[in-house]
Protein backbone atom coordinates (compact mmCIF):
# COMPACT_ATOMS: atom_id res chain seq x y z
CA UNK A 1 0.00 0.00 0.00
CA UNK A 2 1.37 2.92 -1.24
CA UNK A 3 1.34 6.12 1.45
CA UNK A 4 -1.39 8.69 1.99
CA UNK A 5 -0.94 12.01 1.58
CA UNK A 6 -2.53 14.83 3.76
CA UNK A 7 -2.51 18.61 3.70
CA UNK A 8 -3.12 20.95 6.35
CA UNK A 9 -4.87 24.01 6.17
CA UNK A 10 -3.88 25.99 9.45
CA UNK A 11 -2.85 29.26 10.75
CA UNK A 12 -0.85 27.42 14.00
CA UNK A 13 2.14 25.91 13.32
CA UNK A 14 2.31 23.92 16.67
CA UNK A 15 -1.37 22.45 15.38
CA UNK A 16 0.55 21.30 12.09
CA UNK A 17 3.53 20.27 14.68
CA UNK A 18 0.90 18.18 16.73
CA UNK A 19 -0.91 16.50 13.76
CA UNK A 20 2.04 15.13 11.91
CA UNK A 21 3.08 13.50 15.18
CA UNK A 22 -0.47 12.39 15.25
CA UNK A 23 -0.57 10.78 11.87
CA UNK A 24 2.91 8.83 12.78
CA UNK A 25 1.10 6.30 14.47
CA UNK A 26 -1.71 5.71 12.06
CA UNK A 27 -1.69 2.15 11.11
CA UNK A 28 -1.66 3.15 7.90
CA UNK A 29 1.46 4.89 6.41
CA UNK A 30 0.42 8.82 6.32
CA UNK A 31 2.64 11.42 4.99
CA UNK A 32 1.96 15.24 4.72
CA UNK A 33 2.67 17.07 1.82
CA UNK A 34 4.80 20.10 1.12
CA UNK A 35 3.69 23.25 -0.41
CA UNK A 36 5.85 22.18 -3.45
CA UNK A 37 4.32 18.92 -3.99
CA UNK A 38 1.12 21.04 -3.94
CA UNK A 39 1.88 23.36 -6.57
CA UNK A 40 3.51 20.12 -8.70
CA UNK A 41 -0.03 18.82 -8.57
CA UNK A 42 1.02 15.52 -6.77
CA UNK A 43 -2.21 13.20 -6.03
CA UNK A 44 -3.61 14.77 -2.52
CA UNK A 45 -5.65 11.99 -0.27
CA UNK A 46 -7.20 14.12 2.50
CA UNK A 47 -7.38 17.62 3.70
CA UNK A 48 -7.70 18.95 7.53
CA UNK A 49 -9.17 22.06 8.15
CA UNK A 50 -8.48 24.15 11.42
CA UNK A 51 -11.50 25.58 12.24
CA UNK A 52 -10.64 26.01 15.77
CA UNK A 53 -10.35 29.95 15.81
CA UNK A 54 -12.78 31.05 13.04
CA UNK A 55 -15.79 28.61 12.28
CA UNK A 56 -17.30 31.07 9.56
CA UNK A 57 -13.83 31.62 7.50
CA UNK A 58 -13.22 27.26 7.89
CA UNK A 59 -16.64 27.22 6.55
CA UNK A 60 -15.88 29.28 3.07
CA UNK A 61 -12.48 27.26 3.32
CA UNK A 62 -14.46 23.65 3.57
CA UNK A 63 -16.56 24.74 0.37
CA UNK A 64 -13.23 26.45 -1.47
CA UNK A 65 -11.65 22.79 -1.40
CA UNK A 66 -15.03 20.51 -1.99
CA UNK A 67 -15.42 22.89 -5.13
CA UNK A 68 -11.93 22.04 -6.24
CA UNK A 69 -11.18 19.00 -5.22
CA UNK A 70 -14.50 16.91 -5.22
CA UNK A 71 -12.71 13.33 -4.69
CA UNK A 72 -10.50 14.53 -1.54
CA UNK A 73 -11.25 13.47 1.99
CA UNK A 74 -11.61 16.46 4.11
CA UNK A 75 -11.77 16.58 7.72
CA UNK A 76 -12.41 19.39 9.78
CA UNK A 77 -11.17 20.00 13.67
CA UNK A 78 -12.55 22.23 16.16
CA UNK A 79 -12.50 22.96 19.41
CA UNK A 80 -15.14 21.13 20.88
CA UNK A 81 -18.21 18.81 19.44
CA UNK A 82 -21.31 20.71 18.80
CA UNK A 83 -23.98 19.16 16.69
CA UNK A 84 -25.25 22.57 14.80
CA UNK A 85 -21.19 23.20 13.55
CA UNK A 86 -20.58 19.75 12.44
CA UNK A 87 -24.05 19.67 10.44
CA UNK A 88 -22.72 23.07 9.02
CA UNK A 89 -19.58 21.52 8.19
CA UNK A 90 -21.09 18.39 6.72
CA UNK A 91 -23.13 20.78 4.21
CA UNK A 92 -19.97 22.57 3.49
CA UNK A 93 -18.61 19.18 2.14
CA UNK A 94 -16.77 17.83 5.39
CA UNK A 95 -16.31 14.02 5.45
CA UNK A 96 -14.77 13.75 9.06
CA UNK A 97 -15.42 16.02 11.74
CA UNK A 98 -12.70 16.10 15.02
CA UNK A 99 -12.51 18.15 18.09
CA UNK A 100 -9.01 18.52 19.42
CA UNK A 101 -7.20 16.49 19.89
CA UNK A 102 -9.55 13.55 18.37
CA UNK A 103 -9.53 9.77 19.77
CA UNK A 104 -6.97 7.95 18.22
CA UNK A 105 -9.28 5.29 17.61
CA UNK A 106 -11.93 7.62 16.10
CA UNK A 107 -8.97 9.55 13.50
CA UNK A 108 -7.25 5.89 12.59
CA UNK A 109 -10.48 4.44 11.63
CA UNK A 110 -11.23 7.51 9.32
CA UNK A 111 -8.05 7.02 7.95
CA UNK A 112 -8.68 3.71 6.70
CA UNK A 113 -11.63 4.86 4.89
CA UNK A 114 -9.64 7.20 3.04
CA UNK A 115 -6.80 4.47 2.21
CA UNK A 116 -10.41 2.01 1.55
CA UNK A 117 -12.27 4.76 -0.75
CA UNK A 118 -8.92 5.20 -2.86
CA UNK A 119 -8.92 1.35 -3.79
CA UNK A 120 -12.13 1.63 -5.10
CA UNK A 121 -12.23 5.27 -6.92
CA UNK A 122 -12.11 4.95 -10.82
CA UNK A 123 -8.33 6.08 -12.00
CA UNK A 124 -6.64 5.88 -9.02
CA UNK A 125 -2.74 5.58 -8.59
CA UNK A 126 -1.78 1.87 -8.35
CA UNK A 127 -0.79 0.91 -4.93
CA UNK A 128 2.92 0.32 -4.00
CA UNK A 129 4.25 -2.11 -1.16
CA UNK A 130 7.26 -0.69 0.43
CA UNK A 131 9.94 -3.08 2.95
CA UNK A 132 12.13 -1.50 4.96
CA UNK A 133 15.19 -3.31 6.07
CA UNK A 134 17.31 -2.25 9.17
CA UNK A 135 19.65 -3.84 11.48
CA UNK A 136 19.91 -4.59 15.09
CA UNK A 137 24.05 -3.62 14.58
CA UNK A 138 26.48 -3.49 12.04
CA UNK A 139 27.69 -6.67 10.47
CA UNK A 140 24.00 -8.26 10.74
CA UNK A 141 23.66 -9.38 7.20
CA UNK A 142 21.04 -6.52 6.47
CA UNK A 143 22.35 -5.69 3.19
CA UNK A 144 22.89 -9.32 2.19
CA UNK A 145 18.81 -9.84 3.22
CA UNK A 146 18.10 -6.76 1.30
CA UNK A 147 19.53 -7.72 -2.11
CA UNK A 148 18.52 -11.43 -2.12
CA UNK A 149 14.77 -10.52 -1.01
CA UNK A 150 14.63 -7.33 -3.95
CA UNK A 151 16.39 -9.92 -6.22
CA UNK A 152 13.44 -12.76 -5.53
CA UNK A 153 11.05 -10.05 -6.02
CA UNK A 154 11.29 -8.97 -9.52
CA UNK A 155 12.06 -12.39 -10.33
CA UNK A 156 8.88 -14.17 -8.80
CA UNK A 157 6.43 -10.93 -9.22
CA UNK A 158 7.46 -10.14 -12.69
CA UNK A 159 6.40 -6.88 -11.34
CA UNK A 160 8.03 -3.33 -11.09
CA UNK A 161 10.33 -3.36 -8.47
CA UNK A 162 13.49 -0.93 -7.17
CA UNK A 163 15.80 -1.10 -4.59
CA UNK A 164 16.95 2.13 -2.61
CA UNK A 165 20.29 2.29 -1.15
CA UNK A 166 20.12 4.73 2.33
CA UNK A 167 22.70 3.62 3.73
CA UNK A 168 24.89 6.24 5.11
CA UNK A 169 28.52 6.97 4.11
CA UNK A 170 29.42 4.38 1.41
CA UNK A 171 26.02 2.39 -0.20
CA UNK A 172 27.25 -1.22 -1.01
CA UNK A 173 24.26 -2.86 -2.50
CA UNK A 174 25.60 -2.13 -6.10
CA UNK A 175 28.36 -3.77 -5.30
CA UNK A 176 26.62 -6.32 -3.65
CA UNK A 177 24.80 -6.74 -7.13
CA UNK A 178 28.04 -6.82 -9.24
CA UNK A 179 26.65 -3.51 -11.28
CA UNK A 180 28.60 -0.42 -11.92
CA UNK A 181 26.68 2.95 -11.50
CA UNK A 182 26.83 6.68 -12.01
CA UNK A 183 24.06 8.50 -10.63
CA UNK A 184 22.97 7.67 -6.38
CA UNK A 185 19.62 8.82 -4.53
CA UNK A 186 21.63 11.69 -3.67
CA UNK A 187 20.60 12.66 -7.62
CA UNK A 188 17.37 11.74 -6.69
CA UNK A 189 16.86 14.01 -4.07
CA UNK A 190 18.43 16.69 -5.13
CA UNK A 191 16.37 17.06 -8.59
CA UNK A 192 12.80 16.34 -7.27
CA UNK A 193 11.72 19.09 -8.93
CA UNK A 194 12.89 16.66 -12.10
CA UNK A 195 11.98 13.39 -10.61
CA UNK A 196 9.61 12.58 -13.44
CA UNK A 197 9.04 8.46 -15.32
CA UNK A 198 12.13 9.47 -17.68
CA UNK A 199 14.32 11.21 -15.28
CA UNK A 200 14.00 8.49 -13.02
CA UNK A 201 14.75 5.76 -15.50
CA UNK A 202 18.51 7.60 -15.89
CA UNK A 203 19.02 7.12 -12.74
CA UNK A 204 18.71 3.72 -12.06
CA UNK A 205 20.90 0.90 -12.34
CA UNK A 206 19.18 -2.21 -14.68
CA UNK A 207 20.14 -5.98 -13.16
CA UNK A 208 19.74 -8.77 -15.22
CA UNK A 209 17.20 -10.29 -12.47
CA UNK A 210 15.05 -7.24 -13.91
CA UNK A 211 15.61 -5.24 -10.05
CA UNK A 212 16.14 -1.86 -10.48
CA UNK A 213 19.17 -0.25 -8.39
CA UNK A 214 18.63 3.73 -6.64
CA UNK A 215 22.10 3.10 -5.80
CA UNK A 216 24.09 4.87 -2.41
CA UNK A 217 25.66 8.07 -1.75
CA UNK A 218 29.48 8.03 -2.41
CA UNK A 219 29.88 11.16 0.04
CA UNK A 220 30.37 10.62 3.21
CA UNK A 221 28.53 13.66 4.54
CA UNK A 222 25.04 12.45 3.02
CA UNK A 223 22.82 11.05 3.56
CA UNK A 224 22.63 13.81 6.37
CA UNK A 225 19.04 14.61 9.11
CA UNK A 226 18.49 17.72 6.48
CA UNK A 227 17.79 15.19 3.49
CA UNK A 228 14.53 13.26 5.94
CA UNK A 229 12.22 15.49 4.28
CA UNK A 230 13.44 14.95 0.80
CA UNK A 231 13.71 11.36 1.60
CA UNK A 232 9.43 11.02 2.47
CA UNK A 233 8.94 13.03 -0.70
CA UNK A 234 11.19 10.86 -2.83
CA UNK A 235 9.15 7.45 -1.48
CA UNK A 236 6.14 9.62 -2.61
CA UNK A 237 7.44 9.84 -6.12
CA UNK A 238 8.83 6.17 -6.56
CA UNK A 239 5.13 5.04 -4.85
CA UNK A 240 3.92 6.38 -8.19
CA UNK A 241 6.17 4.86 -10.19
CA UNK A 242 7.45 1.28 -9.08
CA UNK A 243 4.66 -1.82 -7.31
CA UNK A 244 7.51 -2.57 -4.72
CA UNK A 245 10.17 -0.63 -3.36
CA UNK A 246 13.08 -2.59 -1.39
CA UNK A 247 15.56 -0.32 1.05
CA UNK A 248 18.09 -1.03 2.83
CA UNK A 249 19.00 1.54 6.19
CA UNK A 250 21.74 0.01 7.18
CA UNK A 251 22.03 -0.43 11.57
CA UNK A 252 21.87 3.56 11.82
CA UNK A 253 18.40 4.68 13.28
CA UNK A 254 19.24 8.55 12.15
CA UNK A 255 16.25 10.58 10.55
CA UNK A 256 16.42 9.41 7.46
CA UNK A 257 16.48 6.05 8.75
CA UNK A 258 13.33 6.68 10.31
CA UNK A 259 11.86 8.88 7.01
CA UNK A 260 12.07 5.46 4.99
CA UNK A 261 10.05 3.71 8.71
CA UNK A 262 7.10 5.90 8.15
CA UNK A 263 6.69 5.27 4.36
CA UNK A 264 6.89 1.92 5.30
CA UNK A 265 4.18 -0.88 4.84
CA UNK A 266 6.30 -3.52 6.72
CA UNK A 267 10.04 -3.17 8.10
CA UNK A 268 11.85 -5.67 9.14
CA UNK A 269 14.36 -5.89 11.83
CA UNK A 270 17.88 -7.69 11.26
CA UNK A 271 19.46 -9.48 14.09
CA UNK A 272 21.64 -12.55 14.59
CA UNK A 273 21.49 -14.88 17.92
CA UNK A 274 24.13 -13.17 19.70
CA UNK A 275 23.89 -11.16 23.07
CA UNK A 276 24.68 -7.69 21.25
CA UNK A 277 22.17 -7.93 18.33
CA UNK A 278 19.50 -9.20 21.07
CA UNK A 279 19.92 -6.56 23.29
CA UNK A 280 20.37 -3.91 20.13
CA UNK A 281 17.01 -5.21 18.46
CA UNK A 282 15.15 -5.18 22.09
CA UNK A 283 15.76 -0.79 22.35
CA UNK A 284 15.38 -0.31 18.46
CA UNK A 285 11.89 -2.13 18.33
CA UNK A 286 10.90 -0.05 21.94
CA UNK A 287 12.45 2.85 20.50
CA UNK A 288 10.89 2.56 16.88
CA UNK A 289 6.82 2.40 18.49
CA UNK A 290 7.91 5.31 20.73
CA UNK A 291 8.72 7.29 17.33
CA UNK A 292 5.21 6.06 15.75
CA UNK A 293 7.35 4.21 12.78
CA UNK A 294 5.58 1.31 11.45
CA UNK A 295 4.29 0.00 15.01
CA UNK A 296 3.02 -3.53 14.80
CA UNK A 297 4.21 -3.79 10.66
CA UNK A 298 7.60 -4.22 12.32
CA UNK A 299 9.10 -8.07 11.94
CA UNK A 300 12.06 -9.54 13.57
CA UNK A 301 14.22 -11.91 11.18
CA UNK A 302 16.96 -13.47 12.92
CA UNK A 303 19.84 -14.02 10.36
CA UNK A 304 22.70 -15.79 10.82
CA UNK A 305 21.21 -18.89 12.84
CA UNK A 306 22.99 -21.79 12.59
CA UNK A 307 21.27 -24.81 15.26
CA UNK A 308 22.03 -25.12 17.70
CA UNK A 309 21.59 -21.49 18.97
CA UNK A 310 24.16 -19.92 20.90
CA UNK A 311 21.24 -18.51 22.65
CA UNK A 312 18.03 -20.30 22.56
CA UNK A 313 14.88 -18.99 20.49
CA UNK A 314 12.33 -18.72 22.79
CA UNK A 315 14.81 -16.46 25.13
CA UNK A 316 15.38 -14.10 22.17
CA UNK A 317 11.71 -13.87 21.06
CA UNK A 318 11.17 -13.35 24.97
CA UNK A 319 14.27 -10.65 25.01
CA UNK A 320 12.99 -8.64 21.76
CA UNK A 321 9.09 -9.36 22.69
CA UNK A 322 7.69 -10.46 19.47
CA UNK A 323 7.77 -13.80 17.95
CA UNK A 324 10.66 -14.19 14.73
CA UNK A 325 9.28 -14.05 11.50
CA UNK A 326 11.45 -15.88 9.67
CA UNK A 327 15.20 -17.26 10.51
CA UNK A 328 17.67 -17.44 7.76
CA UNK A 329 20.72 -20.28 8.09
CA UNK A 330 24.19 -19.55 8.55
CA UNK A 331 26.42 -20.47 5.79
CA UNK A 332 29.80 -18.36 4.99
CA UNK A 333 31.14 -20.14 2.22
CA UNK A 334 27.88 -19.49 0.13
CA UNK A 335 27.23 -15.82 1.20
CA UNK A 336 30.88 -14.98 0.54
CA UNK A 337 31.40 -16.64 -2.55
CA UNK A 338 28.12 -14.75 -3.76
CA UNK A 339 29.21 -11.39 -2.44
CA UNK A 340 32.57 -11.46 -4.06
CA UNK A 341 31.00 -12.83 -7.76
CA UNK A 342 28.53 -9.81 -7.04
CA UNK A 343 25.56 -12.81 -7.77
CA UNK A 344 22.95 -12.83 -5.68
CA UNK A 345 22.51 -16.02 -3.49
CA UNK A 346 19.07 -16.33 -5.57
CA UNK A 347 20.54 -16.56 -9.07
CA UNK A 348 24.08 -18.88 -7.75
CA UNK A 349 22.29 -22.18 -7.06
CA UNK A 350 20.19 -23.77 -4.90
CA UNK A 351 21.95 -23.84 -1.61
CA UNK A 352 19.53 -24.17 1.78
CA UNK A 353 19.78 -20.37 2.56
CA UNK A 354 18.92 -19.57 -1.02
CA UNK A 355 15.57 -21.86 -0.81
CA UNK A 356 15.00 -19.72 2.43
CA UNK A 357 15.12 -16.50 0.80
CA UNK A 358 12.49 -18.24 -1.98
CA UNK A 359 10.23 -18.95 0.32
CA UNK A 360 10.31 -16.06 2.49
CA UNK A 361 9.90 -13.72 -0.60
CA UNK A 362 6.70 -15.54 -1.58
CA UNK A 363 5.37 -15.12 2.20
CA UNK A 364 5.61 -11.76 1.17
CA UNK A 365 3.85 -11.70 -1.99
CA UNK A 366 1.32 -14.29 -0.87
CA UNK A 367 2.68 -17.33 -3.00
CA UNK A 368 1.42 -20.81 -2.34
CA UNK A 369 4.81 -22.86 -0.85
CA UNK A 370 3.10 -26.00 -0.43
CA UNK A 371 5.74 -26.77 -3.75
CA UNK A 372 8.69 -25.86 -1.89
CA UNK A 373 9.85 -27.74 1.01
CA UNK A 374 7.28 -28.67 3.90
CA UNK A 375 6.39 -26.05 6.56
CA UNK A 376 9.05 -25.62 9.49
CA UNK A 377 10.11 -23.03 12.53
CA UNK A 378 12.16 -21.13 10.27
CA UNK A 379 9.22 -19.76 8.98
CA UNK A 380 7.16 -18.08 11.21
CA UNK A 381 5.41 -14.99 9.35
CA UNK A 382 1.46 -16.63 10.25
CA UNK A 383 -0.06 -14.59 6.94
CA UNK A 384 -1.36 -15.35 3.95
CA UNK A 385 -1.04 -11.82 2.04
CA UNK A 386 1.15 -8.76 3.49
CA UNK A 387 -1.73 -6.87 3.27
CA UNK A 388 -2.49 -8.60 6.97
CA UNK A 389 0.52 -7.03 8.24
CA UNK A 390 -1.28 -3.89 9.33
Not at 68 to 74: E, K, L, Q, R, T
Not at 132 to 143: E, I, L, P, S, Y
Request: aromatic letters at 6%; glycine letters at 8%; proline letters at 4%.
Amino acid sequence: MSQLVGQVVSGDEQFRKQLSQFLRVCSIPVGLSGDRQARDGAPIDFIVVDIRADGSAGMATIERLRASAPNVGIFVVASATEPDLILEAMRAGANEFFSWPPATEAFDNAIRRIAARRQTTPGAISTATTLVFFGAKGGAGTTTVTVNCGVELARLSKRSTLIVDLKPGLGEIALFLGVRHRFSVLDAIDNLHRLDREYLRGLVTKHKSGLDILAGSDNFDRLGSSDSGSIEELFRLLERQYEYIVVDTGSQLNACTVAALHAADAAFLVANPDVPSVRNAQRLLVHVRQLGACGDRVKFLLNRAAEPFPIPLRQIEAAVGQPVAHTFPSDYNVVSTALNSGVPLALSGDSEIAQQFDRFTRQILGMDTSAQSAPDKRSRFGFEKLASLW
